[in-house]
C-alpha cells in the first residue's frame, strides 16, 4: 500500500502551472498534464491508466471502483477500492484531500473535502463504502490544504456551519472587519474523529506555499485567470 501527497514540483508545466499540474479541468497544456499524471503514475508503480479519480462536483457522493472507468468518469467526490493496482487520486488547490486505509482489510479511499462536501458528509459517506466493503480498522491522513490562518470567510459562510450545528462555532476565529477564519482541517478532523478515526494533519497550507503547492485563492487575489491541480494518491 503506497500514498503521497503531489504539489508543484516534477513536472513539465510551465508558467501559472509550473510544474506538476494534475488537474484535466485546467486550462493548461493537456499534454503536459497528461506527463504530470504519467508521473504520479509512476511514482506510485502503477500504469498511467490505473491513476483513477472522479469528477469531483463538491458533492457529498461517494463511488466503488473496481476497473480504471469506461467512458465518462462519475459525477462524485470519494472513490474507494479493494482492487491491487489501482491508484485513487483527488484534485485540490485548497480543499482537504484525505486519504483512508485499511491495509488488513485490503480497502482504502479517497475525499475530495472542501467545506461544502465536508458539511454535507462526503467524509462519512466515504468511510460508510469503506466499511461495506470489508474495512474496520481505519487510518486517515489530510493532506495539503488551506489552513484558518489563510481562509477569511463572510458571516452567510460562518451561519450556514452554526446552523447545522451552533458547536461548529469553535471553528472560527475573528479575522479583519466582519470576516472571520475557518479552518477547515481541523474541521474534517473533527467529522472524522467522530466516525472513531484518528487523522494526521499535513501542516502545509497551501495558500502560503507558493513555491511548492498549487492555490485557486492565491491565484483569485493574484489575478492569475486560472491555477494548477495538487494530486493526492493511494494505491493498494
Known sequence: MRH????REGGVSTGI?????????????????????????SALGVAPSRLIG??????PDAVFV???????????????????????????????????????????GAAH???????????????????KHGARDIAAAIGPCIHQASYEVGPEFVER???A????????????????????????????????IAAEISPLNTYARAAQLHSHRRSVHEELGDYGR????IAL
Not at 4 to 7: E, K, L, Q, R, V
Not at 54 to 59: A, E
Not at 84 to 98: E, K, Q, R, Y
Not at 113 to 131: D, H, I, P, S, T
Request: charge should be neutral.
Open 54 to 59: 472522479v469528477h469531483q462536483v463538491h458533492s
Open 165 to 196: 450545528d451552533r458547536k461548529y462555532a469553535r471553528f472560527f476565529a475573528s479575522g479583519a472587519g466582519e470576516k472571520s477564519r475557518f479552518d477547515l482541517p481541523g474541521f474534517c478532523a473533527m467529522r472524522l474523529e467522530k466516525m472513531g
Open 113 to 131: 473535502a472542501g467545506w461544502k462536501g465536508a458539511l454535507a458528509g462526503v467524509l462519512e459517506n466515504c468511510v460508510a463504502l469503506m466499511r
Open 4 to 7: 503521497a501527497f503531489f504539489g
Open 161 to 163: 456551519f452554526v446552523q
Open 66 to 108: 473496481a476497473a480504471p472507468w469506461e467512458g465518462e468518469r462519475p459525477h462524485a467526490d470519494a472513490l474507494v477500492t479493494t482492487t491491487p493496482g489501482l491508484a485513487l487520486s483527488i484534485l485540490t488547490a485548497d480543499c482537504a484531500p484525505v486519504l483512508f486505509a485499511d491495509a488488513e482489510a485490503g480497502v482504502i
Open 17 to 41: 502551472y509550473a510544474s506538476l499540474n494534475a488537474g484535466t479541468g485546467s486550462r493548461d497544456d493537456p499534454k503536459a498534464v497528461a506527463e504530470n499524471r504519467a508521473r504520479i503514475a
Open 230 to 233: 495538487n494530486c493526492s494518491v
